[in-house]
C-alpha cells in the first residue's frame, strides 16, 4: 500500500524553524516527484515547494522562497521540509503529496500541523 | 501565475441528485486539470486527471468534461459520501501548481 506520514509539526515562535519529514513507502520513492502543500485553518489549498525524484531540481511558491528548503534522502524514503523564519501566516496542516511527473497529485500524507505564535 | 475560479462556493444538494461544479482559469490549461474531494479531517483524494479521467477506484458517478479554461466536475446521483469540499487544480503552467478556492457541497 502506497503511503505518506508525516512528521515534524508543532508550535514555533515568530522567526523561528521546523524541520518537516515525510516517510514514504509503497512505491519507489526516487521515481517520483514531491511537494509539499498546505491548508490554513479554514481555507484552501496552497501548493508550497516540489522536487524532482532525483532531488536535483526543487521549486518554491514565492510565498516562502528564501525561508524553505525541500529536500529529500531516496536512501531512506523520505521527504524534508525545512523552514525558517517562520511567521503567523505561516499556521497551516503541511501534507506532502506524490506526483507521476510534474503534475496532479495522486497520493497525500494525513499532514502535520504548524502552528506559529507568540 | 494561473488564477483558478471555482464556482459557486457552496452547492446545496439533495441526495440522488444531480451536482455540477465549475473550475474556470485565468488562461488556457489545454487538459492539464485535476480535481480533488477533502471530507473534514482528512487529505484530499484525487477524483479526476487530464480533465476527464477519473482516477483508480473512483466511482463513475463522478466525471469530467472541459478543456481551454472551462472545466465541469459532475457528480451524477448524489450520495451521502459525496458531501465534502471539491478543489480544482492546474498543472499545465508551473511553478506554481495552482487550485481553486474549493466549493463545498452540503446536503441541501
Known amino acids: 500500500e502506497v503511503q505518506l506520514l508525516e512528521s515534524g509539526g508543532g508550535l514555533v515562535q515568530p522567526g523561528g524553524s521546523l524541520r518537516l519529514s515525510c516517510a514514504a513507502s509503497?512505491?519507489?520513492?526516487?521515481?517520483?516527484?514531491m511537494n509539499w502543500v498546505r491548508q490554513a485553518p479554514g481555507k484552501g489549498l496552497e501548493w508550497v515547494s516540489a522536487?524532482?525524484?532525483?532531488?536535483?531540481?526543487?521549486y518554491y511558491a514565492d510565498s516562502v522562497k528564501g525561508r524553505f528548503t525541500l529536500s529529500r534522502d531516496n536512501s531512506k524514503n523520505t521527504l524534508y521540509l525545512q523552514m525558517n523564519s517562520l511567521r503567523a501566516e505561516d499556521t497551516a496542516v503541511y501534507s506532502c503529496?506524490?506526483?507521476?511527473?510534474?503534475?496532479?497529485?495522486?497520493?497525500w500524507g494525513k499532514g502535520t500541523t504548524v502552528t506559529v505564535s507568540s | 501565475e494561473i488564477v483558478m475560479t471555482q464556482s459557486p462556493a457552496t452547492l446545496s444538494v439533495s441526495p440522488g441528485e444531480r451536482a455540477t461544479l465549475s473550475c474556470r482559469a485565468s488562461?488556457?490549461?489545454?487538459?492539464?486539470l485535476a480535481w480533488y474531494q477533502q471530507k473534514p479531517g482528512q487529505p484530499p483524494r484525487l477524483l479526476i486527471y487530464?480533465?476527464?479521467t477519473r482516477a483508480t477506484g473512483i466511482p463513475a458517478r463522478f466525471s469530467g468534461s472541459g478543456s481551454g479554461t472551462e472545466f465541469t466536475l459532475t457528480i451524477s446521483s448524489l450520495q451521502s459520501e459525496d458531501f465534502a469540499v471539491y478543489y480544482c487544480?492546474?498543472?499545465?503552467?508551473?511553478?506554481?501548481?495552482?487550485f481553486g478556492q474549493g466549493t463545498k457541497v452540503e446536503i441541501k
Open positions: 503529496a506524490k506526483s507521476p511527473y510534474w503534475d496532479y497529485m495522486d497520493v
Open positions: 509503497g512505491f519507489t520513492f526516487s521515481s517520483y516527484a
Open positions: 522536487i524532482s525524484g532525483s532531488g536535483g531540481t526543487t
Open positions: 488562461q488556457s490549461v489545454s487538459s492539464h
Open positions: 487530464g480533465a476527464s
Open positions: 487544480q492546474q498543472y499545465n503552467n508551473w511553478p506554481p501548481w495552482t
